[in-house]
């Protein structure tokens, strides 16, 4: 079956340590996200990737880095710069590029990142 | 950019009931793509209905229905028949077609919707 996997669903990080989250997708989409989501926050834009080495900030981007090397993988690093890591990352893909529609993303199950 | 409102935090309604989440939105674009997600305990976020601008008709999926009214920026779903099933979080978002600069969705911070039995 075709989706988006993520991992790990749990991940637990000490001060000061960088950690990379996994997102890979067997869609075919183009486009790939990374969201935040905090208790009464919703979900916001840390970085996103419309195309294979090449992707763009969001709304949330500092202490965080991502990579695109290939369609069907989109990890991303939180850093120790992230100074308030501990959230639920979600990562999520749609087709976009190259037909000229956008059309709804679809979510992985999501990683619960927690400071210790 | 584009921002997205959903002004209930919280909507409790007794099973079998109807209930209308509310969502507003503000955006210079004049075509795009309205979403409503559903989060369910599990957190996985499923899509419930999609909305394009330029369709005039009002989306439906079953029970749900929306009510996009375009010049007023409001995006409104309905879920007839509720059910116990029905409760999580509902988060309403906006997407810009691409070619149109930053994309991404853009989300409400989300209604959440209890069912009672």
């Given at each position: 079956?075709?989706g988006?996997?993520?991992?790990?669903?749990?991940?637990?990080?000490?001060?000061g340590?960088?950690?990379?989250?996994?997102?890979?997708q067997n869609?075919?989409?183009?486009?790939?996200?990374?969201?935040?989501?905090?208790?009464?926050?919703?979900?916001?834009?840390?970085?996103?990737?419309?195309?294979?080495?090449d992707?763009?900030?969001g709304?949330i981007?500092?202490?965080?880095s991502v990579?695109?090397?290939?369609?069907?993988?989109?990890?991303?690093?939180?850093?120790?710069?992230?100074?308030n890591?501990t959230?639920?990352y979600?990562?999520?893909?749609?087709?976009?590029?190259?037909?000229?529609?956008?059309?709804?993303?679809f979510?992985g199950?999501?990683?619960r990142?927690?400071?210790? | 950019?584009?921002?997205v409102?959903q002004?209930?935090?919280?909507?409790?309604?007794?099973?079998?009931?109807?209930?209308?989440?509310?969502?507003?939105?503000?955006?210079?674009?004049?075509?795009?793509?309205?979403?409503?997600?559903?989060?369910?305990?599990?957190?996985?976020?499923?899509l419930?209905?999609?909305?394009e601008?330029?369709?005039?008709q009002?989306?439906t999926?079953?029970?749900f229905?929306?009510?996009f009214?375009?010049?007023?920026?409001?995006?409104?779903?309905?879920?007839?028949?509720s059910?116990l099933?029905?409760?999580?979080?509902?988060?309403?978002?906006f997407?810009?077609?691409?070619?149109?600069?930053?994309?991404?969705?853009?989300?409400?911070?989300?209604?959440h919707?209890?069912?009672q039995?």
């Amino acid at each position: 079956d075709g989706g988006i996997t993520q991992s790990p669903k749990y991940l637990f990080r000490k001060e000061g340590q960088n950690v990379t989250l996994s997102c890979e997708q067997n869609l075919n989409h183009d486009a790939m996200y990374w969201y935040r989501q905090d208790p009464g926050q919703g979900l916001r834009l840390i970085y996103y990737s419309q195309i294979v080495n090449d992707f763009q900030k969001g709304d949330i981007a500092e202490g965080y880095s991502v990579s695109r090397e290939k369609k069907e993988s989109f990890p991303l690093t939180v850093t120790s710069a992230q100074k308030n890591p501990t959230a639920f990352y979600l990562c999520a893909s749609s087709i976009a590029y190259r037909t000229g529609r956008n059309t709804e993303a679809f979510f992985g199950q999501g990683t619960r990142l927690t400071v210790v | 950019a584009q921002t997205v409102t959903q002004s209930q935090p919280e909507m409790s309604v007794q099973e079998a009931e109807t209930v209308t989440l509310s969502c507003t939105y503000d955006t210079s674009e004049s075509n795009y793509y309205l979403f409503w997600y559903k989060q369910p305990p599990s957190r996985q976020m499923i899509l419930v209905i999609r909305q394009e601008a330029y369709k005039q008709q009002n989306a439906t999926e079953n029970r749900f229905s929306v009510n996009f009214q375009k010049a007023a920026k409001s995006f409104s779903l309905k879920i007839s028949d509720s059910q116990l099933g029905d409760t999580a979080m509902y988060f309403c978002a906006f997407m810009k077609p691409h070619g149109g600069g930053a994309d991404g969705l853009t989300f409400g911070k989300g209604t959440h919707l209890i069912i009672q039995p």
